[in-house]
């Protein structure tokens, strides 16, 4: 896939409208407040009880909040952004949207809404064209995603999201939650067979499986853990010689979550 050939979504080409009128290429250049504000939004930062950002809009006037108690940066943004998506998308749908941690991690299991606002966000904060040349003649490690990361100011939850679709290797993302697999989403040229089952336990051969029932989390020059095909995917036969690959496990341990990238070496 290359720059020209990228397809945008709905949610996506609002992003890119909303960059667009504000005349912004780059959005790490501006405050994420200052652009709300600019769509004739107030932004507030307050204590909310169990969410990460809610919108309130009543006659006419709407109001996002993100929750101050959140610590990173990178995930007020994400979640700031994520409601001007409902504002941008959704305003005449409802009058209150209020999104939790939850919401914004099953980025693909919370309904069209949340989907939409998500990848609004996406495209805001890291708009495809610059984000795939970020990538370009670039080999897939742990590394890549720090570098986007940084370069965007987002978590690298939100970055491996955001590779899953634009990025330049395919790649296979499952998410874990509490030892149980509760989705998973690839890349469209990542061509090989997981036999998914919602609420399993990750395979015993996986860096996940690793990561709940021992205790071990792998970090820097680690993070790239050697495994096997067959450790997470289905063989086409008996016959079929096993094949190594590589698992990025990033583990959150706040939420007790893992998002395992899996790739062919």
Not at 38 to 57: H, M, Q, T, W
Not at 88 to 94: F, G, I, M, Q, V
Not at 95 to 110: A, G, R
Not at 191 to 205: E, L, R, S, T, Y
């Amino acid at each position: 896939m290359g720059v020209e050939n990228i397809r945008y979504s709905k949610p996506e080409l609002a992003a890119r409208k909303v960059l667009d009128e504000c005349g912004i290429n780059d959005p790490t250049e501006c405050s994420i407040s200052k652009i709300i504000l600019s769509r004739k939004v107030f932004y507030e930062e307050a204590p909310l009880n169990n969410k990460d950002g809610e919108i309130v809009s009543v006659g006419g006037r709407s109001i996002i909040t993100v929750n101050s108690t959140i610590q990173y940066e990178t995930r007020k943004r994400f979640a700031a952004a994520h409601e001007l998506g409902h504002f941008e998308l959704h305003k005449d749908l409802r009058p209150i949207f209020s999104d939790t941690e939850e919401d914004l991690m099953n980025w693909y299991k919370s309904g069209p809404h949340e989907l939409e606002a998500n990848q609004f966000a996406a495209e805001f904060l890291m708009p495809s064209d610059i984000f795939y040349n970020e990538c370009a003649r670039k080999k897939f490690t742990p590394q890549v995603i720090e570098h986007l990361s940084q370069k965007f100011q987002v978590s690298k939850t939100a970055a491996i999201l955001k590779f899953i679709e634009r990025g330049n290797h395919p790649i296979f993302v499952v998410y874990c939650k509490d030892n149980k697999m509760k989705w998973f989403r690839k890349s469209n040229d990542f061509k090989h067979f997981f036999p998914f089952v919602a609420n399993d336990p990750p395979p015993q051969g996986s860096v996940a499986y690793e990561v709940f029932t021992k205790k071990k989390s792998y970090f820097g020059e680690e993070a790239m853990q050697d495994i096997w095909k067959s450790d997470w995917f289905t063989m086409k036969n008996n016959d079929e010689k096993d094949t190594p690959f590589h698992e990025y496990c990033l583990f959150v341990k706040s939420y007790n979550y893992t998002l395992s990238v899996i790739w062919e070496k």
